[in-house]
């Protein structure tokens, strides 16, 4: 029993004595400045100097490479935003359809769709673009050979095509993520007193979906002007302002003008951000804590022509993507150029002599950034997002600015910025491990964003309240509670890594090479057999990396149960 | 307790950044001579990179990107480039990086037999080859749309070959800024002109073209020419031609980079590849082309592919100082 | 007294929403505070429990002014509305989490955890993860967790709001017990009537801000100070219970 005299004369304290209070808060501020001040020095510095070098010239400070933007690369400025819009509106539509299609698919139906998604989105770069013509370019195998069309993709349409059905993937899974929040008894208790389908997705669906709705118009958008390698390698004679930036560096040498021109890029794109940010806010705030089924219980099948259409466009989609990607391991291994398929290995051997130490290292690489890139941002979203440190969403914009640039402006901006003392890392593991983190951080910390307004202030309070320090704070309740986050910014990491070609294609040297660099190069240099050979190398690593750590998570989590009901995991 | 807090952010803040400091100060260690670094066009000149090392004993590491970008990082590293030698691509982007104070001069003994059209006065760059371009033409869709298989520059330009030709840009591919540069003198603004109506599909990569072409997307592709388009061509029917009236073409540029990790190593590559006849027949060899002749006419067992006279005069001062103003001609083209 | 506010003020921008507030507290004793919501009963605990500054005023607890200290350092001990227990522990390893502060070892922390977990009743229930567990339970584990690390004095914060009624009224009884048992001191914030009445030893109303009435539940149903109170507290009887504690009061009927 309590001995109630003991109680009351409790000298029990928590520890007060100045070295470990001085500990904590020197950690605690230690923390601040390594992610604050690391966002600051590897985002914004970088981006400062591109900034800078627009105004270079060889005669020195001038606005004049701003004037030959605007009176040389118009047209390309307008193309951009025209393919910008109609990407982002026809994207959305699709994400939507397809997400919500995934989301009523059931038991092996929903892994099947699920998987096909995460596959799309470990999509090494260039190679997709170049399978696409090969199915519908003017002897694709599709168009020319199944529907007998002569058609022409090298132009604006075909690159909205193909940037929309690329961009769906990473849409779908956030419209996705918002459908699981829907209250199931609101949709039956629609449904009991007497509403079809199409009432309850007009009421109760889209309405829950409109913040993700406008999140994707905006993202999307974004994303399309800053890509470049579509145009680059379908537009044809069409050139986006993304694609003539890439030429610009990549040929022409003319830094100048191209730092320029990224600059065009960014002031949009700043401005979208903000506009993102406050629905943003709006759809976390959502959250609702209550588990339920993932599964939406709404049946297409019977729910009319709404109802067929879905399931159709999502089963055409699925489709299209399971070609695409079937058409890349067939290149693997079917002798290119030939007009039957003639099995070979030659490219499969080619590849493991000469380049299986560049695949080694790019998984090195890319499990570095992983797991640092995870902590890194989970850290900063708890001080930008918890602890609303000053000047926080400053510095959440400066940590989402590489989203909106090409990532070879990335890459050029490191350069400029560390070639040289004092910070000279160019050349090194180092510096190709600090731009991938900090070109993906844009999307960790959103995700982790997310993932923080489930933990309640009460935990944090109770930590406190029952003695722990900042630190303590976040090693017990904010990195554990975390954990889903955590593991999907990993996957994402890792998938990125693994993919990213522009930021690092001018950072690589020659002992630093990485796989997706020798695929760069062997799409440059028409290689497409060992080009695929590379591509499905790093889907098949990726799928199987990410595979493991959901599987090593999940039974973590399973070992931990005890008493009576099973831990329910709930996906995404 | 405020000024507690105050002193510690400050004490923390001090704590940091000396840290940093130190961390710094370690980067600051010059760096050791270490492999030499070579960027090249290719990965196949790998043989020729490792007799290098079996001669000297120098060890290497290689990348391959195109000249364009490889111009683009000399600008960007500045004062501190990362790479020693310079191996292959359009010479206009040497003669830039020359004028932009990126070269270094390498002097050696075996200059003197080499052709004085393809050496820089001031022994900054050098040349391994020359690149000539002429059409790949796929005989299949020339049958299907009734076409005549064209034969000269002018045929290209009917207009029955709307959209049927691929050429790649000029601003990126050294190859296709020989073509423009050939046509703009040879024809004028009005061929290039109706040239660029003809064009279906403008690539960024030199090989385009002919890739292109194989696949069955064009009927014709402007490609350079020399023994490798066998692997590609595979069993397609496609056939090359070098067109009489004219063949564009230029020479391809070595240099060693200035201020580099490994200066002297990178000169003595240079100085390396020209003494040895062995190092430029392999070169042939892997290039599939006789070229390397024309830069060392004295050079036995190999031959050029086809008679040099064909070839027009090239001053390279005007290659290079055109290439901006036929660069934004073209580019206009496509607005 | 063991406890003291002294003219504790604060403002949110324009909105004052806590104004001069002073009372004191003896050890030992439950407080009640009571009021509407909006009336700054939650802001003044916050305050207690280190989690707002006060903008002027000072808080004196067991003779030592803690108004500056942070939550971590100050000898209190808060169960929060939503409870705030941890979700990736188990319940011993919620109930002896701040215990590792007190630089207790392993043993002796498990040791008292349990001892604690029996005496709000879940002994049985130390390994379980918490949401295997009932809303009343998860309750408990927050108070046991409070408990545990023998506060000087320990705040509530309408712990018992997410609680069907039965047993709201079973969780009044035990808490009341244990209060009494351990002598602990406790402020318990609520916005029902019925509940302070029966458990507080001292009743603070507030409205607005400010403090309207502090005495005896008694007391007050007696003589409200003014008009807010007695139609605040809407008290038509008093059931007294044989030991000369309140059993039941019975509310009037709103129209």
Not at chain 2, 35 to 48: D, G, H, M, R, S
Not at chain 3, 176 to 194: A, N, P, S, W
């Amino acid at each position: 029993m309590i001995d109630r005299k003991k109680l009351l004369s409790n000298t029990e304290r928590v520890s007060q004595n100045t070295l470990s209070r001085y500990i904590d808060m020197i950690g605690d501020h230690a923390l601040q400045f390594l992610v604050l001040g690391g966002v600051v020095l590897f985002i914004f510095y970088p981006l400062f100097c591109v900034f800078l070098r627009s105004f270079h010239s060889a005669d020195g400070f001038t606005f004049s490479q701003y004037a030959k933007v605007i009176t040389e690369e118009s047209t390309a400025l307008w193309r951009s935003v025209f393919v910008g819009s109609f990407t982002s509106v026809l994207c959305t539509i699709l994400s939507v359809v397809f997400s919500l299609f995934i989301s009523t698919r059931r038991g092996w139906q929903k892994i099947i769709f699920t998987a096909l998604l995460i596959v799309i989105m470990v999509s090494p770069p260039f190679v997709s673009s170049i399978a696409y013509i090969q199915l519908y370019g003017r002897r694709g195998w599709i168009t020319y050979n199944l529907l007998h069309l002569n058609i022409m993709p090298y132009n604006q349409w075909g690159i909205i095509a193909m940037q929309t059905i690329s961009f769906v993937p990473i849409n779908a899974l956030m419209l996705n993520g918002l459908l699981a929040k829907i209250d199931r008894s609101v949709i039956n208790s629609a449904r009991d007193l007497g509403a079809k389908a199409k009432d309850i997705l007009k009421d109760v669906v889209l309405p829950a979906l409109k913040p993700g709705i406008i999140v994707c118009l905006l993202l999307t958008f974004v994303r399309s002007l800053a890509d470049y390698g579509t145009p680059a390698i379908i537009g044809g004679r069409f050139r986006t302002l993304a694609s003539q930036i890439y030429i610009q560096f990549m040929g022409a040498g003319n830094i100048d003008k191209a730092a320029a021109m990224n600059m065009f890029l960014l002031v949009p794109s700043l401005i979208l951000f903000f506009i993102y940010r406050h629905f943003m806010k709006k759809m976390n705030s959502n959250s609702s804590s209550r588990r339920q089924d993932a599964h939406l219980n709404l049946p297409l099948h019977k729910s009319g022509v709404i109802g067929w259409l879905i399931m159709g466009i999502g089963l055409l989609y699925s489709l299209i993507m399971t070609l695409q990607y079937s058409s890349i391991f067939l290149s693997a291994i079917n002798r290119t150029g030939s007009k039957i398929f003639s099995f070979t290995t030659e490219y499969i051997e080619k590849v493991f002599t000469y380049n299986a130490s560049t695949l080694y290292r790019s998984l090195l690489y890319a499990f570095i950034v992983s797991i640092i890139g995870s902590l890194f941002a989970v850290i900063f979203s708890y001080y930008v997002e918890r602890r609303k440190v000053r000047f926080g969403s400053v510095f959440d914009c400066i940590a989402t600015l590489p989203y909106m640039i090409p990532g070879t402006c990335f890459g050029i901006g490191f350069i400029l910025a560390f070639n040289s003392a004092p910070l000279k890392i160019t050349g090194t593991a180092l510096i190709l491990i600090i731009n991938m983190l900090f070109k993906q951080l844009p999307t960790t910390t959103k995700m982790c964003a997310a993932s923080l307004s489930q933990i309640h202030v009460a935990q944090e309070n109770s930590a406190r309240d029952l003695g722990a320090g900042r630190l303590a704070v976040i090693k017990d309740v904010i990195l554990p509670g975390m954990r889903p986050a955590m593991l999907t910014c990993f996957i994402y990491n890792f998938t990125s890594s693994m993919t990213t070609a522009g930021a690092i294609l001018f950072l690589v040297a020659p002992k630093t090479l990485l796989a997706v660099f020798k695929l760069f190069d062997a799409t440059y240099t028409g290689e497409y057999g060992v080009a695929s050979v590379i591509a499905s190398l790093i889907i098949i690593v990726v799928l199987l990396v990410e595979g493991l750590v959901f599987l090593l998570t999940s039974y973590l989590e399973k070992h931990n149960v005890s008493g009576t009901r099973t831990y329910q995991k709930e996906l995404w | 307790m405020r000024k507690n807090k105050i002193l510690l952010t400050v004490l923390s803040v001090i704590m940091i950044i000396s840290m940093l400091a130190t961390a710094v100060g370690c980067s600051k260690k010059p760096k050791t001579d270490g492999p030499l670094q070579i960027i090249a066009t290719n990965e196949t000149y790998k043989e020729l990179f490792d007799k290098f090392t079996a001669d000297t004993g120098i060890k290497y590491e290689m990348l391959s990107m195109s000249s364009g970008a490889v111009l683009s990082k000399l600008q960007a590293e500045g004062a501190n480039p990362t790479f020693d030698v310079w191996f292959g691509g359009g010479i206009n982007d040497f003669i830039n990086a020359k004028d932009l104070g990126y070269l270094q001069k390498v002097d050696f003994k075996a200059i003197k037999d080499l052709n004085p059209l393809f050496v820089d006065k001031d022994h900054q760059y050098f040349s391994k080859g020359m690149t000539i371009v002429g059409f790949a033409v796929n005989n299949d869709i020339i049958k299907e749309k009734g076409l005549k298989s064209p034969a000269t520059w002018d045929d290209i330009i009917d207009p029955k070959f709307n959209d049927e030709i691929v050429f790649s840009d000029p601003s990126v591919s050294g190859t296709c800024y020989a073509v423009l540069y050939a046509l703009m003198q040879k024809k004028g603004e009005d061929y290039v002109k109706k040239f660029a109506d003809n064009i279906l599909f403008l690539g960024s990569r030199g090989k385009d073209p002919i890739e292109k072409t194989v696949a069955g997307e064009c009927a014709v592709g402007i490609t350079y020419i020399d023994g490798t388009l066998d692997g590609i061509i595979g069993d397609a029917n496609v056939s090359i031609v070098y067109p009489t009236d004219g063949i564009p073409w230029t020479p391809e540029g070595v240099a060693a980079i200035k201020n580099s990790p490994n200066a002297k190593a990178g000169a003595y590559f240079v100085e390396w590849l020209y003494t040895d006849d062995a190092n430029l027949q392999l070169l042939a060899k892997i290039d599939k082309k006789g070229a390397v002749k024309a830069i060392k006419p004295g050079l036995k067992d190999v031959e050029l592919d086809y008679d040099a006279d064909f070839l027009y005069d090239l001053d390279l001062t005007e290659y290079a100082s055109k290439a901006t103003e036929y660069k934004n001609f073209f580019a206009g083209l496509f607005k | 007294m063991y406890l003291e506010l002294e003219h504790i003020k604060k403002s949110f921008g324009d909105k004052t929403v806590v104004d001069d507030l002073s009372f004191s507290l003896e050890q030992g004793k439950l407080l009640c505070i009571l009021g509407s919501s909006g009336c700054g009963k939650t802001t003044t605990l916050n305050m207690i429990g280190g989690f707002l500054r006060p903008d002027s005023g000072r808080i004196i607890l067991d003779g030592q002014d803690i108004t500056e200290m942070t939550p971590e350092y100050r000898p209190v001990a808060t169960v929060f509305q939503s409870y705030g227990l941890f979700p990736h522990m188990n319940v011993i390893q919620n109930v002896t989490y701040g215990l590792k502060f007190r630089h207790i070892d392993r043993k002796d922390a498990i040791e008292r955890g349990e001892r604690y977990l029996d005496l709000v009743g879940l002994h049985e229930y130390s390994k379980y993860r918490i949401d295997e567990l009932s809303g009343g339970q998860q309750q408990r584990v927050a108070l046991a967790r409070a408990l545990a690390v023998e506060p000087k004095l320990c705040l509530l914060d309408e712990p018992f709001s997410n609680l069907d009624a039965a047993l709201r009224v079973k969780m009044r009884v035990e808490l009341k017990k244990l209060q009494e048992e351990l002598g602990i001191t406790m402020v318990f914030v609520t916005h029902d009537q019925e509940e302070a009445i029966i458990l507080s030893d001292f009743m603070t109303i507030m409205d607005q801000g400010r403090l309207v009435q502090m005495d005896t539940p008694e007391n007050i149903y007696r003589n409200p100070s003014n008009s807010y109170v007695s139609e605040f507290l809407g008290l038509k009887d008093i059931v007294w219970g044989e030991d000369g504690k309140i059993m039941k009061v019975i509310a009037n009927e709103k129209l």
